[in-house]
């Protein structure tokens, strides 16, 4: 496999300070027991969920999103060098374990949810907002503009777990950090998951990232940090990883410490 270069872009990308602020900012927008409809209407994006049919057409658009994580040197999922194929791998890969959607494109939840099965949900922008825009890392354009940010809820696929979920994959591209996207994500899993049946939810991300921060303005509680568990894009250090868990079934008190913690 041949050394990739940075992707190039047709706009400024944030600088890694830029990052940490946007990240700082995109876990004060709205409170903690807000609606995903709630912060997604402040952020200006609709939460979608993904079909198997739509996901090959979106795909490049979140690998792309990938791409441009990796060059500020965020932790995603690959170590240079990489290639656009094995990006779009990580989205198409999901296709068979997708949820199928019912006639009238709505869930029909029942418990126990299907073993190992994955809900992909997507925001995208008002259609009054004029998206930036988007290339892969061959510098193609891509289509879906639109679309800002994902994440995946994944169901156990063992019976004695089929209560249990977790959030993966969750992506919003920077350009639009600050804005809520990611909580609003979140929210909306937190709330497809119940419907479910999905009790106990679970995540890991970066010690210190943007997620950590989402995670945390959101009620999750911190099961651990395993040190030195993942490298970045260059492989330049090994680095610390925060696990987290959320009982989806006990309610949250708006008035605890940390709903009231500046975060």
Known sequence: MSSVAPIPVPHTLASSTEVSEIANTEAKVGKKNDSSEAIGKKAKVSI??????QLPSIAPRLASIVSSHMDLDMSTFFTFPYDLSSSLR??????????????????QPSFPPPAGGIILLVAKLYPDEKPLGSI???????????????????FSGMPNGAFR???????????????GIGKALLKRLEAEAIKWGSTTCMLDTEQGSFGEKLYRSCGWTELGVLPKFHWPPDKSEKRSTVFFYKHLDEDEDEDDDYASKDV
């Open 165 to 179: 979920s977790e959030v993966k994959r969750m992506l919003v591209d920077v350009r639009y950090g600050g804005r």
């Open 48 to 53: 979608e969920i993904v079909s198997s049919d």
């Open 136 to 154: 892969d890392m061959e510098g193609n354009p891509t289509g879906n503009q639109d679309i800002v940010g994902s994440v995946q809820l994944g």
């Open 90 to 107: 990580l989205f198409t890969s999901i296709t068979s374990s997708l949820i199928p959607l019912t006639q009238e494109e709505k869930y």
